[in-house]
């Protein structure tokens, strides 16, 4: 039995920076961050906004589509984890409600974490139907003031409904992976910003691309040309365009600028205006796809490539069905974007040095403009989220 993607929900902060401002403040051409990244906006979370709130935000516009009960499993995908031991999952499945009736795990291996987490609960639910996984990729891009991968920050969750016989897309059984220990982009636990070797990582990535679909070919047989689309993990969307090359390359097709543009285009929109959501990030470009494309894609496959850096990456594919279209939140996830607030640059450095503090006493912290949830504050070493009247 095929499983997959039964719906889709994506969301972001509702504050941005545009990189424009940001280059002049940096005395950077903007051009860099517009035409070098291929990025307009980077999402900047306000104190009372974190990993957990943008996941349950993501997440309640589904929760009106599918009974509680249903939900068996909710799987939380997250390179910017909030405790060392309480799964970051947990405080969503409090928010939302669900039954109690559910396994609740989080996942980490970087922006792969998404992909992980989606395998996972499709091979699950394949086996359960009737029954459906909730999964929720939530991260936060965040890089030191100043520093070459301060313009590549973002923020934003992507939350799936999985489940046997699915109304969006169903998986593939054939996959390509690959591993390999390499130190390209890491955050030790004794800091809150990531550092990263830019260039390295650019070529692990696109290396790990071209191992993942040369072992997908081999397993499947297919070719570019079997697909409509593709999606790619965007630490920022010239990505995209440098990965489909390399695998239209390896294939030996055309990689003139007109054919990738075409394989990959509509799938870019949403990250150039969020920044990286690391973990979120393909699969929020899998919802610009489909909000997005004019063609009408049922029937056809679309090819996936999963990064995380460390490394591990995985090409995969599935077939968008019939009837899709009717499944999809395209006018709530463009009313979100259209309604966020741009911030000063001195508003975005203000808000980047606030820091949630460690030092045990109770904090409580000013409303924001948030999604639905909030995180209200610490007391006792406890994290305090609040549902928004």
Same mark, same amino acid.
């Given at each position: 039995?095929? *499983?997959?993607?039964?719906?889709?929900?994506?969301?972001?902060?509702?504050?941005?920076?545009?990189?424009?401002?940001?280059?002049?403040?940096?005395?950077?051409?903007?051009?860099?961050?517009?035409?070098?990244?291929?990025?307009?906006?980077?999402?900047?979370?306000?104190?009372?906004?974190?990993?957990?709130?943008?996941? $349950?935000?993501?997440?309640?516009?589904?929760?009106?589509?599918?009974?509680?009960?249903?939900?068996? @499993?909710?799987?939380?995908?997250?390179?910017?984890?909030?405790?060392?031991?309480?799964?970051?999952?947990?405080?969503?499945?409090?928010?939302?409600?669900?039954?109690?009736?559910?396994?609740?795990?989080? !996942?980490?291996?970087?922006?792969?974490?998404?992909? $992980?987490? !989606?395998? @996972? *609960?499709?091979? @699950?639910?394949?086996?359960?139907?009737?029954?459906? $996984?909730? =999964?929720?990729?939530?991260?936060? %891009?965040?890089?030191?003031?100043?520093?070459?991968? &301060?313009?590549?920050?973002?923020?934003? *969750? +992507?939350?799936?409904? +999985?489940?046997?016989?699915?109304?969006?897309? %169903?998986?593939?059984? &054939?996959?390509?992976?690959?591993?390999?220990?390499?130190?390209?982009?890491?955050?030790?636990?004794?800091?809150?910003?990531? @550092?990263?070797?830019?260039?390295?990582?650019?070529?692990?990535?696109?290396?790990?691309? =071209?191992?993942?679909?040369?072992?997908?070919?081999?397993?499947?047989?297919?070719?570019?040309?079997?697909?409509?689309?593709?999606?790619? #993990?965007?630490?920022?969307?010239?990505?995209?365009?440098? $990965?489909?090359?390399?695998?239209?390359?390896?294939?030996?097709?055309?990689?003139?600028?007109?054919?990738?543009?075409?394989?990959?285009?509509?799938? /870019?929109?949403?990250?150039?205006?969020?920044?990286?959501?690391?973990?979120?990030? !393909?699969?929020?470009?899998?919802?610009?796809?489909?909000?997005?494309?004019?063609?009408?894609?049922?029937?056809?496959?679309?090819?996936?490539?999963?990064?995380?850096?460390?490394?591990?990456?995985?090409?995969?594919?599935?077939?968008?069905?019939?009837?899709?279209?009717?499944? /999809?939140?395209?006018?709530? #996830?463009?009313? !979100?974007?259209?309604?966020?607030?741009?911030?000063?640059?001195?508003?975005?450095?203000?808000?980047?040095?606030?820091?949630?503090?460690?030092?045990?006493?109770?904090? =409580?912290? *000013?409303?924001?403009?948030?999604?639905?949830?909030?995180?209200?504050?610490?007391?006792?070493?406890?994290?305090?989220?609040?549902? =928004?009247?």
């Amino acid at each position: 039995m095929n *499983a997959g993607i039964d719906a889709i929900s994506f969301y972001t902060s509702r504050y941005y920076l545009d990189l424009k401002t940001l280059g002049h403040a940096r005395g950077v051409d903007p051009a860099k961050y517009t035409k070098g990244l291929g990025q307009e906006k980077m999402g900047v979370v306000p104190p009372d906004e974190d990993i957990v709130t943008l996941g $349950a935000s993501a997440a309640k516009p589904l929760m009106d589509r599918t009974r509680m009960e249903d939900i068996e @499993l909710l799987l939380f995908a997250t390179e910017s984890g909030i405790d060392q031991s309480k799964a970051a999952g947990l405080f969503v499945h409090g928010l939302l409600g669900l039954s109690p009736r559910c396994r609740v795990v989080e !996942l980490k291996e970087a922006c792969y974490a998404g992909t $992980a987490a !989606l395998r @996972l *609960a499709a091979s @699950l639910m394949a086996r359960t139907p009737g029954k459906k $996984a909730l =999964v929720i990729a939530s991260d936060i %891009a965040r890089y030191e003031l100043g520093s070459p991968g &301060e313009p590549t920050q973002g923020c934003g *969750a +992507v939350a799936m409904l +999985v489940c046997a016989n699915p109304a969006i897309l %169903a998986l593939d059984e &054939e996959a390509g992976f690959h591993a390999e220990d390499v130190m390209d982009f890491w955050r030790p636990n004794y800091r809150d910003e990531a @550092l990263v070797d830019g260039k390295y990582s650019t070529r692990v990535y696109l290396q790990t691309a =071209v191992n993942c679909w040369t072992q997908y070919g081999e397993r499947s047989g297919r070719k570019p040309e079997d697909f409509a689309r593709f999606c790619y #993990h965007l630490p920022f969307t010239q990505m995209a365009r440098k $990965a489909h090359a390399q695998i239209l390359r390896a294939s030996g097709g055309p990689t003139d600028a007109e054919t990738v543009a075409r394989g990959i285009q509509e799938g /870019l929109g949403y990250n150039r205006v969020t920044g990286n959501t690391y973990s979120a990030s !393909l699969y929020e470009g899998l919802a610009s796809l489909l909000d997005g494309c004019e063609a009408d894609l049922a029937g056809h496959r679309l090819g996936f490539f999963s990064y995380g850096s460390g490394s591990m990456g995985e090409f995969f594919s599935g077939v968008v069905q019939p009837g899709y279209q009717q499944h /999809l939140l395209t006018q709530h #996830h463009r009313k !979100l974007l259209e309604s966020r607030t741009e911030l000063s640059f001195q508003a975005y450095e203000d808000i980047f040095n606030l820091k949630v503090p460690t030092d045990g006493w109770d904090y =409580v912290f *000013a409303q924001y403009c948030t999604g639905p949830y909030r995180f209200g504050g610490v007391g006792g070493h406890k994290r305090r989220y609040e549902e =928004v009247s």
